[in-house]
């Protein structure tokens, strides 16, 4: 499992600034809890180009695929409440 995570983290390192500072603390701190099917979607998102996933967290878009709105609800949630504390 560890070996999953650690490749799920290589590929939050991303091209643009905005997205490695949201996507890799998730990572860090709440893939070991996430469902099989949240780490399914994870990887999914991870799939896609940093300009569509930036496009989703900003919220300009939002993603065709079910569930991956809820999962990027529950990172964009909790990158702001890591600011707040």
Same mark, same amino acid.
Request: proline residues 4%; hydrophobic residues 35%; positive net charge.
């Given at each position: 499992?560890?070996?999953? $995570?650690?490749?799920?983290?290589?590929?939050?390192?991303?091209?643009?600034? !905005?997205? %490695?500072?949201?996507?890799?603390?998730?990572?860090? #701190?709440?893939? #070991? *809890?996430? &469902?099989?099917? %949240?780490?399914?979607?994870?990887? /999914?998102?991870?799939?896609? =180009? %940093? /300009? =569509?996933?930036? #496009?989703?967290?900003?919220? $300009? *878009?939002?993603?065709?695929?079910?569930?991956? =709105? /809820?999962?990027? %609800? &529950?990172?964009?949630?909790? &990158?702001? !409440? &890591?600011?707040? /504390?």
């Amino acid at each position: 499992m560890k070996a999953d $995570r650690a490749k799920i983290l290589w590929r939050c390192r991303r091209g643009i600034r !905005e997205l %490695d500072s949201v996507l890799k603390p998730f990572v860090e #701190d709440c893939y #070991d *809890e996430l &469902s099989p099917l %949240d780490k399914n979607l994870l990887q /999914t998102l991870l799939g896609h =180009q %940093d /300009t =569509q996933i930036l #496009d989703w967290i900003l919220g $300009r *878009e939002i993603p065709d695929k079910k569930g991956l =709105q /809820t999962l990027l %609800d &529950s990172i964009i949630r909790y &990158s702001k !409440e &890591s600011r707040v /504390t």
